[in-house]
């Protein structure tokens, strides 16, 4: 099941989730608050904004804008989804699991990938906003901190995506 | 001193962006190892073949939860002081519908996609600029969604407030539910072995 197409099987999902763990108690004890993603693209998002119209942040920003490109390499989230993207690499290396491809079923051409990664993507940014986080600052984060909100964001998350899962299996076949 | 340290002034701005970078790297490393850097990965826990994001998921949450009850039960953290994401039910109830929707269009959420793209996919690299598109064009429409966005406010509310049961209560129904839930998926996934 978990065939890598070559380079090392995964480790241990327990193991791996124990390790997420640790990172989140970290995270309260030394800053006080979780990780995030969505969060971090939101701020990117508005700095671009705010700079392209060399206005000030609109509500829709306000709280994650930067003032320009360098200071958003001074907000906690950025660098920590760059951390994030790192480790992911630095692991995928380590494992010899860099690969260049675009992962798709059988059958399913890579523009057709790219389009529903995209498509998804960019209903995921939505979702994401409107709930004030995603599955780092609400399921891990949130769910961990048992703050209601985010229970019920996993729980229609998931509900959502099984309801919708029977219409995209042909893409992973 | 008790813990958070960045709260009790213990850390300059510029040490918390160096844990911040140590603490993603680590984030990133963990996701990768079990897989979740492959949408083929996160796409079979919603067919029910693979069960990783689960596991990885309610272990992640089980351990942090239980550690942070600890912590603060032996005095060494103080909760109230550690920011707990605010609850607004209707906005947090139909945002988390459309994320699930797009996610499992995408077959990566924006953490595991970052990870995706970082070691080579490019479908990875397109949920990210997708999330970017969305972003935007939930910028563009705010004047329209705020007053939803912003409605059914319920401030730090937590499951124990919720229910009525301590905090240790609590995170025992937790440990026992992830428990039932892990033993279900790996039955379902040896049913599936044999089967194959």
Redesign the interface.
């Known amino acids: 099941?978990?065939s890598?197409s070559g380079g090392a099987a995964?480790?241990?999902?327990?193991?791996?989730?124990?390790?997420?763990?640790?990172?989140?108690?970290?995270?309260?004890?030394?800053?006080?608050?979780?990780?995030g993603?969505?969060g971090a693209?939101?701020s990117?998002?508005?700095t671009v904004?705010t700079v392209a119209t060399n206005a000030p942040a609109?509500?829709?920003?306000r709280g994650y804008a930067a003032p320009g490109f360098a200071a958003l390499l001074?907000d906690?989230?950025v660098?920590?989804?760059?951390?994030?993207?790192?480790?992911?690499?630095?692991?995928?290396a380590l494992?010899g699991?860099?690969?260049?491809?675009?992962?798709?079923g059988r059958g399913v051409g890579?523009s057709r990938?790219?389009a529903?990664?995209?498509?998804?993507?960019?209903?995921?940014?939505?979702?994401?906003?409107?709930?004030?986080?995603?599955?780092?600052?609400?399921?891990?984060?949130?769910?961990?901190?048992?703050?209601?909100?985010?229970?019920?964001?996993?729980?229609?998350?998931?509900?959502?995506?099984?309801?919708?899962?029977p219409l995209?299996?042909r893409?992973?076949r | 001193m008790i813990a958070p340290l960045y709260e009790a002034g213990a850390l300059s701005p510029r040490s918390g962006l160096v844990v911040a970078l140590a603490l993603g790297l680590a984030f990133g490393f963990f996701l990768e190892r079990a897989g979740l850097g492959s949408a083929r990965k996160l796409s079979a826990q919603f067919q029910l073949t693979d069960f990783t994001v689960l596991k990885v998921m309610f272990t992640a949450i089980v351990t942090a939860s239980l550690g942070v009850f600890w912590l603060s039960r032996l005095g060494a953290l103080d909760l109230g002081r550690v920011y707990v994401p605010e609850t607004y039910l209707l906005p947090q109830l139909v945002g988390g519908a459309v994320f699930g929707a797009g996610f499992v269009v995408a077959g990566l959420c924006p953490g595991t996609a970052c990870v995706s793209a970082a070691t080579g996919r490019g479908d990875g690299v397109a949920v990210v600029g997708g999330l970017l598109l969305g972003i935007f064009a939930y910028g563009a429409m705010y004047p329209v969604v705020e007053r939803f966005a912003s409605s059914t406010p319920r401030g730090t509310f937590t499951l124990p407030q919720l229910i009525g049961a301590s905090h240790g209560m609590t995170l025992l129904i937790l440990v026992v539910v992830a428990l039932l839930a892990f033993r279900g998926a790996e039955w379902l996934e040896s049913r599936r072995a044999a089967a194959a």
């Open positions: 099941m978990s890598t995964y480790g241990s999902p327990y193991l791996a989730g124990v390790g997420i763990g640790l990172v989140l108690i970290a995270a309260y004890v030394v800053m006080g608050h979780g990780v993603v969505s693209l939101t990117v998002a508005g904004t609109s509500a829709a920003w001074s906690w989230f660098v920590e989804v760059i951390g994030i993207t790192l480790g992911g690499l630095a692991s995928a494992a699991r860099l690969r260049r491809e675009t992962e798709r890579v990938r790219v529903f990664a995209l498509g998804g993507g960019a209903i995921m940014g939505i979702g994401a906003r409107l709930a004030k986080g995603c599955t780092s600052g609400q399921a891990l984060t949130g769910g961990s901190l048992l703050s209601v909100g985010s229970w019920i964001f996993i729980a229609t998350a998931f509900a959502a995506a099984y309801l919708i899962a995209v299996r893409e992973w």
